[in-house]
């Protein structure tokens, strides 16, 4: 059970305390106890429901479509490559299915990864996305079930950040890779279809959302094409924030009238940050 590598640096999201792996189920000292699924995850989302954000299940099946067919593999080539050699704790806050954490796994056999969505069943499939990765249900805008100061490494692609969290379970020296499209991302498909674009203050709201407690040390921006069939172009409008703004009757028909093969921009913005000491 890939929960055994993560368990030490997990805490319980009631009182804070460390947790156990024992038998089916993780245990504070207090008593408090979180099952584990069957599929390998563990729920530590507590006080609420998943807030109805939450990808669905549909957008999840999109997204691993997509993403399994390796249109984005040069992104998840370029965060691995941004992973500090010698980092033994990952997180993800926000994994989705666990792509992009698995990546950087594979690339660091010495790590182990602690992946973090609100949606279960997100959750659900990347609790299988990689041997060395513990897959945990957890709310990316509440206080995180991750201890201080365990992760060398926090991973956020396409996902809130929450700068104080953020800050608490990174360590002294740690590692902060985000991720976000450019307003050249998905190009021509946002004007074709329709799609929710980038906003022009997307860099700001980043900076804001770390609230000074990080320090930028660099910056790179990704660009490549992608050849995508109808299919996988309703696979990307899918899986992405489009799904929630967009009619779903109608899009088959957009579509439909685009050619069957569509050229297809790929633009992201990778800033590397350190916490501020």
């Not at 499939?125 to 060398?152: C, E, I, Q, T």
């Not at 590692?175 to 498909?189: D, Q």
């Not at 703004?245 to 093969?261: C, S």
Request: proline content about 5%; overall charge neutral.
């Amino acid at each position: 059970m890939s929960l055994t590598d993560v368990v030490e640096h997990l805490i319980c999201p009631v009182c804070a305390d460390g947790v156990e792996l024992t038998g089916r189920a993780l245990r504070c000292r207090r008593g408090h106890a979180f099952d584990v699924a069957r599929q390998g995850y563990v729920s530590l989302l507590v006080g609420s429901r998943a807030p109805g954000t939450a990808d669905s299940a549909a957008m999840v099946a999109a997204r691993e479509t997509f993403l399994g067919a390796g249109h984005f593999a040069p992104l998840a080539e370029a965060v691995a490559a941004a992973c500090p050699a010698g980092a033994r704790v990952v997180a993800d806050a926000g994994a989705g299915t666990g792509y992009y954490l698995a990546e950087v796994l594979d690339r660091r056999p010495e790590a182990v990864g602690i992946a973090l969505d609100v949606s279960k069943h997100a959750i659900r499939r990347a609790a299988r996305a990689h041997s060395r990765l513990g897959a945990v249900v957890a709310d990316v805008w509440r206080p995180l079930p991750v201890g201080d100061g365990k992760a060398d490494v926090l991973v956020n692609v396409f996902a809130p950040r929450n700068g104080p969290e953020f800050a608490r379970v990174l360590a002294d020296g740690g590692t902060l890779i985000v991720v976000t499209p450019t307003r050249r991302h998905l190009h021509p498909l946002v004007e074709e279809l329709g799609l929710l674009s980038v906003d022009e203050a997307k860099e700001r709201r980043v900076a804001e959302s770390l609230g000074g407690r990080f320090v930028e040390a660099e910056r790179s921006l990704h660009e490549f094409t992608v050849s995508l069939g109808h299919e996988a172009v309703a696979a990307v409008v899918g899986m992405g924030p489009s799904a929630w703004h967009t009619d779903p009757g109608a899009m088959p028909t957009k579509i439909a009238k685009l050619p069957k093969t569509s050229e297809v921009a790929a633009s992201f913005r990778m800033s590397i940050f350190h916490r501020r000491l």
